[in-house]
């Protein structure tokens, strides 16, 4: 009987997931009804001629995603996107051109009062204020993450110290960006079972 009780508790959250995932995604879309805002934010994607790979057929045919996760990002979070990053990109470590991740760069400031300000405290601290509200508004396009090419996403944040950029660069399954979202993965787990990579590009571990 419990088995049972507990079988129609995990349908019914799957359900209800399911049909808030479709009203994220076609929030995002409507963002691209005002065709004089598209054009705006047209700056902050991927130019379709650098691509390598075929993300160039994803760029094209979630063009209205993109431009919605750009306006989203902006609009509703307030968050600056660092122009020509929204797009989808493979991992070059790997190597391999079939395993796309839908990615974007975020433009932080450096906080000279955090009580760390080493580059492993100052990444993260960048990525427990951003990786949330970024990754909520990818994850609404769950149509693009249907697609098996699309692997996971992939978030940069980079800020300015003295003159010189750092960057943080974080590359998370799908998987595991669901498993975070219904709360199955802290953010302590989130950080340590993903590849991040630092201003380098080399990969690091950021321990808490």
């Known amino acids: 009987m419990l088995i049972k009780k507990t079988s129609i508790i995990l349908f019914l959250i799957i359900i209800s997931s399911c049909s808030s995932a479709d009203n994220r995604e076609e929030k995002i879309i ?9 054009v705006l ?26 431009i919605g996760i750009a306006r989203a990002v902006t609009e509703e979070k307030q968050i600056v996107i660092a122009e020509k990053s929204i797009g989808f990109y493979y991992d070059k470590r ?5 395993k ?9 400031q450096f906080d000279s009062a955090l009580p760390n300000t080493t580059y492993q405290g100052v990444a993260l601290t960048q990525l427990k ?3 949330d509200d970024v990754l909520y508004i990818m994850q609404s396009c769950k149509s693009i993450f249907l697609e098996k090419d699309i692997v ?7 800020w300015k110290r003295e ?16 498993r975070y979202e219904i709360k199955e993965l802290t953010f302590d787990e989130i950080i340590h079972r993903n590849f991040i990579t630092n201003t380098e590009g080399k990969i690091i571990r950021l321990l808490r």
């Not at 996971?152 to 980079?158: A, T």
């Open 163 to 178: 003159k010189a950029t750092e960057i943080v660069t974080i590359w998370i399954s799908k998987n595991d960006i669901i």
């Open 152 to 158: 996971g996403s992939v978030i940069g944040i980079r």
């Open 129 to 131: 204020k951003y990786l």
């Open 30 to 38: 409507k963002y691209t009804e005002d065709k004089n805002k598209s």
């Open 94 to 98: 790997e190597d391999k051109k079939n």
């Open 41 to 66: 934010y047209e700056a902050y994607l991927v130019n379709p001629d650098n691509y390598t790979t075929t993300g160039a057929e994803y760029h094209r045919k979630y063009y209205p995603y993109l």
């Open 100 to 108: 796309l991740y839908l990615g974007i760069d975020i433009i932080a």
